[in-house]
């Protein structure tokens, strides 16, 4: 009777674990989509240059300039980051119908996917430690923090 219990308890464990750990990454897709999906699937939407011009505690604004034939927005918005200082140039996509705007390129996609890295490396811990997952945990942890050093030398 003892076997079945601890037998119950370990799969009850078990679930627990895969369950928070599929928790973390699907929390970290979907935090990261809101920025991405305006950095990968920018085929017609309103690309740019913005200058920063000023930056205050989680936002940096400034002028923007359009690449080709699209309505001028005098001035934009973009999060806060580091990387940005005043007078910095910033190549930039349009969030359609808002004067907010999202890096472009490389540097704009590692960027927006740095919420599933976090994710990622916290996942790593939860199978290592919950699953005995070693494989699996750091392929995760590895995957998650080469995704958050590289944006951060991209920025």
Not at 1 to 28: D, E, F, N, P, V
Not at 39 to 54: D, F, N, P, Q, S
Not at 79 to 98: F, H, Q, W, Y
Not at 142 to 152: D, H, M, Q
Request: glycine content about 14%; hydrophobic content about 45%.
């Amino acid at each position: 009777m003892a076997s079945k219990r601890t037998q119950a308890l370990l799969y009850a464990r078990r679930t627990a674990m895969a369950g928070i750990a599929l928790l973390l990454l699907i929390a970290g897709v979907r935090s990261s989509w809101g920025t991405a999906q305006h950095v990968m699937l920018a085929k017609g939407r309103e690309h740019g240059t913005m200058t920063v011009a000023a930056c205050g505690a989680e936002t940096c604004t400034g002028p923007y300039t359009p690449e080709g034939r699209t309505p001028d927005h005098p001035r934009v918005s973009i999060d806060k980051s580091i990387a940005a200082k005043k007078g910095m140039k910033l190549r930039v996509v349009v969030k359609p119908g808002t004067d907010e705007v999202v890096r472009a390129g490389g540097s704009g996609l590692l960027h927006a996917w740095t919420p599933l890295g976090g994710a990622l490396l916290l996942a790593g811990l939860v199978i290592g430690g919950g699953l005995r997952l070693t494989r699996t945990a750091w392929a995760a942890g590895v995957v998650g923090g080469a995704l958050l050093v590289a944006s951060f030398f991209a920025l």
